[in-house]
């Protein structure tokens, strides 16, 4: 409690990494969905492809509905019904803006339906093209999930990790069956493509701080080695031996300046992140920065005096001004100001 003015203040200005995105359009199929033909429904962003009969005895054609998800809108393929339709088809998307040797994380839902009959040709898969390719029967897709003869299956979550080879990779369905003898269809929802980047780990000592460290948020600000400019700004909650991790960092030459309410900033240079997690990024933050101005002034002696002698719940109580986090104001806390008097932290 005594943080959580400071943790909501900071959480205000974390801004997304730029490894989080999803790079796929209309992936959640909230985006709504368009009318290729007829009644069927396509989702926005997505194509679709029908190799039409399979099985001359049961002609027919893929059906694309809209149907409910996890929440919301999901895709169905319909590839074969048992009232004697036998037919081959699905949607893909070819997703720009990939980083090639950078491993992106691929997943999605899915909900499968039709006969578990080795013998009907039933297929239900979905997969991906490294290529970016637009041939649903290319030898370079990679089927990830197979569900040919496995009968009704209930909404499930996959989830991968690929390393595009180029700038465009192509997320592919397909349902069919050969011989009718079950209604066969494939829904899918929730598909995600995006960069993981790298974790960068390290521990934050909070210097001369006698409380639990896991109760206090750091503010650590990735910034490009050399400049004070923010690229990302992440809230650390740290476990109580001080250590964090950084996730979903691009690769990059960075500074990362840590900041925690009465510590002053420390900011460690030249942190490289090439292609691989880095270890080891261990900062010590001073203490006695009472008004948060990344100074140790008369400002914060002023500030400490006004609530000595208190405890939480005392009217003029400032957890600020309990430096040494035991719960209240004494001379320890007036000997930690007192020994880290006119420090000022880094930019």
Request: proline share 6%.
């Amino acid at each position: 409690m005594k943080r959580f003015g400071l943790l909501m203040l900071l959480i205000g200005v974390v801004a997304l990494p730029v490894f989080g995105q999803n790079l796929v359009v209309n992936g959640d199929f909230e985006g709504g969905f368009y009318t290729p033909m007829g009644n069927e429904k396509v989702a926005n962003g997505w194509s679709w492809w029908d190799a039409g009969t399979v099985n001359p005895i049961y002609p027919g054609s893929t059906h694309f509905w809209q149907v409910g998800g996890v929440p919301g809108n999901a895709q169905r393929i319909i590839s074969g019904q048992i009232a004697g339709q036998s037919f081959r088809g699905g949607v893909y998307q070819v997703v720009n803006g990939t980083i090639p040797g950078v491993p992106h994380v691929l997943s999605f839902d899915y909900l499968v339906a039709g006969t578990t009959d080795p013998g009907a040709g039933q297929e239900r898969r979905i997969g991906y093209d490294l290529t970016g390719g637009t041939d649903p029967n290319s030898a370079s897709i990679v089927w990830v999930v197979v569900e040919d003869a496995t009968g009704d299956k209930p909404w499930r979550h996959f989830e991968t990790t690929i390393v595009p080879t180029g700038t465009r990779v192509t997320i592919w369905t397909r349902v069919g069956i050969y011989w009718p003898v079950a209604t066969t269809f494939m829904d899918i929802d929730n598909v995600v493509l995006k960069p993981l980047g790298y974790r960068v780990r390290g521990r934050v000592t909070l210097g001369d701080f006698g409380g639990m460290s896991s109760t206090v948020p750091v503010q650590a600000q990735l910034r490009a080695a050399g400049s004070t400019d923010p690229i990302r700004t992440d809230i650390l909650i740290l476990d109580d031996a001080g250590n964090y991790v950084i996730p979903d960092v691009t690769p990059g030459n960075y500074d990362i300046a840590f900041k925690a309410s009465h510590w002053l900033r420390v900011v460690a240079r030249g942190i490289q992140v090439v292609n691989a997690d880095v270890e080891g990024v261990d900062v010590i933050l001073p203490n006695g920065d009472v008004d948060g101005d990344n100074e140790v002034t008369l400002f914060d002696f002023g500030a400490l005096v006004a609530a000595f002698g208190t405890q939480p719940g005392d009217s003029n109580w400032n957890p600020d001004a309990d430096l040494d986090g035991d719960e209240e104001v004494t001379l320890f806390d007036f000997g930690i100001l007192v020994q880290n008097f006119g420090m000022v932290g880094e930019e």
